[in-house]
């Protein structure tokens, strides 16, 4: 693989990453969390 190949792969690697990975992680996150606390404060009463 040359050195341009390699460039080009690496930055459809970054911009899948942080245009797509990040933003569906941060929101499975927080939405787990309000879920965990919702949760507790059901079973909490």
Same mark, same amino acid.
């Given at each position: 693989?040359?050195?341009?190949?390699?460039?080009?792969?690496?930055?459809?690697?970054?911009?899948?990453?942080?245009?797509?990975? +990040?933003?569906?992680?941060? #929101?499975? /996150?927080?939405? *787990?969390?309000? +879920?965990?606390?919702?949760? #507790?404060? /059901?079973?909490? *009463?």
């Amino acid at each position: 693989m040359d050195a341009e190949t390699r460039r080009r792969a690496e930055l459809k690697a970054f911009l899948f990453i942080t245009v797509i990975l +990040f933003p569906i992680l941060a #929101v499975a /996150v927080v939405g *787990g969390y309000g +879920f965990l606390v919702w949760f #507790v404060q /059901v079973l909490s *009463g």
